[in-house]
């Protein structure tokens, strides 16, 4: 009879282990005996091992729980701001003063370098202001808002350049980025940051929207 020897290697070994985790409190002795290579410094038990193991854990967790309560305060600043942007808007007596308002918070509330509206039909009682533009929506100027202006979606990002001479003109150069809102039937609104970063693709948009919806409805009050 011919005596078969199994031979294991490490990956086998491994695999066995992961599918029995309670192997090694059979053999306690085992456990503390084996020892684990550091990428710096001597050998560790596989306790200590353990253990260095967990604290990295722990201070993952402790990192990705700071991170979400600065979201979360962060969106109960914006959460305030939107609730106190809305309470102005509809504060207001006339359709210029509204407009007036949203810009001035969007300024001074939203830290926006340089705050744009175009509208597409003009507002009485609005005097020239270098923030507003009154551009018919059939426009050729804005045939590069087509998209956005169909899909009523915000944009954030950096812009292309066509689409910021329209809105910055000459200053058009001084905007690294920007959130674009539209706002159907009423026009657009932009806010642009001097930061390349301020604004970029896939950041949430749901306070823009609560915005342009907020100013939107604030207007129809004087659409005849």
């Not at 402790?62 to 979400?68: G, H």
């Not at 962060?74 to 509809?90: C, I, W």
């Not at 509206?117 to 003009?122: D, K, N, Q």
């Amino acid at each position: 009879m011919t005596d078969v020897t199994e031979k294991l290697g490490a990956h086998e070994i491994a695999a066995w282990l992961r599918r029995h985790p309670g192997f090694l409190k059979q053999f306690p002795d085992l456990a503390l005996s084996l020892v684990v290579p550091r990428d710096e410094g001597p050998a560790a038990s596989l306790a200590s091992y353990q253990l260095d193991v967990l604290r990295d854990k722990n201070r993952e967790l402790a990192r990705r729980l700071q991170e979400l309560f600065g979201n979360a305060q962060e969106n109960e600043r914006l959460a305030v701001r939107t609730h106190q942007l809305t309470l102005a808007l509809l504060k207001q007596d006339n359709a210029a003063d509204t407009l007036r308002a949203m810009a001035a918070t969007l300024s001074e509330d939203f830290n926006g370098d340089l705050v744009r509206i175009v509208t597409f039909a003009s507002v009485p009682g609005m005097e020239e202001a270098d923030w507003l533009q009154h551009i018919p929506a059939d426009d050729a100027r804005l045939h590069a808002f087509r998209d956005c202006i169909a899909d009523s979606e915000p944009l954030c990002g950096r812009l292309q350049p066509e689409k910021n001479a329209v809105l910055y003109g000459i200053r058009a150069e001084e905007v690294q980025s920007s959130a674009l809102l539209p706002v159907p039937g009423v026009g657009l609104v932009a806010v642009g940051s001097h930061d390349a970063n301020r604004f970029f693709p896939g950041m949430g948009t749901l306070f823009l929207r609560m915005m342009g919806e907020a100013l939107g409805v604030a207007l129809q009050r004087y659409v005849r």
